[in-house]
């Protein structure tokens, strides 16, 4: 599908036969009646750099309720349900909201009570708020696990990061599991270099060049994140124009300035001693295509966590827990913890 996307944006002026196999012409790229459907998925693929949004198959018929807490303070937390059996939250990284879970929550639901938040700023939740920081998550966090009775976390990214911290301060999280948690090294090494380029381009105006500026900070080996800019930045606005995101889900547009909170949040958290007090089991999860930093994190992670246990999944990347990506490899690697 990106190939195509690609040949289109370059060739808008001849006819669809020539880039796509069809006949006539197709003036605003060769979107098909399958748009709708496929652009969430190419969209938030693309963020994490694979090649196609593929379309995972789900194994259940699963449906989802929502509802919402109240955090300290006040702020709605929105989150979605499905399943029955003990309770598992899973939390979203940056630019994504509670739906990127969907395929996995409905493959977990025969074997758990599966909550899906939307951190704040994004979804269902309320907003980021002035003093918005690690603790904040944290308490979010501690809220719902209360609310639900639920003990068991797991996170994605930077959800993998205040799942850690979370973990040090919250007795409730009793097993854990961390995919790609973006961890700066103790030796002072920052994954964040990026973050005075996305913040220039966010600034001016210009989103389609920090949404090609996160996708090369936070893409997987060998993914669409090694395409050059020139490529990249007029195929990502012509997608930032096309999404009109859905009934209850942000476009991605209004997710991509979330980036610098995530980030924020990132940067005051180091792997360093500090979490080989952790004492809950933990599984560390990554993909063999993560960038280098990211492994690097799990590097330094699995030598400080006293109860740890390290997965490698093969011939997937950052976002395979995501929907149409690999879930059911991810899902397996949780059963096994959490059951």
């Known amino acids: 599908m990106l190939a195509q996307f690609v040949i289109c944006a370059a060739q808008t002026d001849r006819p669809e036969r020539d880039a796509c196999g069809g006949g006539g012409r197709q003036p605003r790229l060769c979107m098909t009646a399958q748009r709708k459907r496929d652009d969430r998925g190419l969209l938030q693929t693309l963020f994490m750099s694979k090649t196609a949004a593929l379309q995972t198959e789900e194994p259940t018929t699963a449906t989802f309720e929502t509802a919402s807490i109240q955090a300290p303070g006040g702020t709605r937390i929105g989150y979605r349900q499905t399943g029955t059996g003990p309770g598992l939250v899973l939390m979203h990284g940056a630019m994504m909201t509670s739906k990127g879970f969907e395929s996995l929550a409905k493959i977990l639901s025969a074997d758990f009570t599966v909550y899906i938040p939307d951190r704040r700023g994004r979804g269902m939740s309320g907003p980021f708020g002035l003093d918005y920081g690690i603790q904040t998550e944290i308490d979010d966090l501690g809220a719902l696990l209360q609310h639900t009775g639920t003990h068991n976390v797991f996170g994605l990214s930077a959800g993998a990061t205040v799942a850690l911290h979370a973990a040090r301060a919250l007795p409730e999280i009793t097993k854990l599991a961390l995919y790609d948690p973006p961890l700066a090294a103790a030796d002072g090494k920052s994954p964040l270099g990026w973050l005075s380029r996305?913040?220039?381009?966010?600034?001016?105006?210009?989103?389609?060049?920090?949404?090609v500026t996160v996708v090369k900070a936070t893409g997987d080996i060998g993914g669409v994140a090694r395409l050059p800019r020139f490529v990249l930045t007029p195929i990502m606005a012509l997608m930032l124009r096309l999404d009109k995101g859905e009934e209850?889900?942000?476009?991605?547009?209004?997710l991509l300035p979330t980036v610098r909170y995530d980030v924020g949040m990132v940067e005051s958290v180091i792997a360093d001693k500090e979490f080989s007090e952790l004492r809950c089991d933990t599984l560390l999860i990554g993909g063999e295509n993560s960038i280098g930093y990211l492994r690097a994190a799990q590097d330094a992670l699995e030598k400080l966590l006293p109860n740890v246990r390290r997965v490698t999944l093969s011939d997937v990347g950052h976002t395979a827990a995501l929907n149409g990506e690999k879930p059911e490899l991810v899902a397996a690697e949780l059963r096994n913890l959490f059951q």
Not at 248 to 254: I, L, N
């Open 198 to 211: 996305y913040e220039h381009e966010m600034n001016y105006g210009r989103t389609a060049s920090a949404f």
């Open 248 to 254: 209850d889900e942000a476009p991605m547009r209004d």
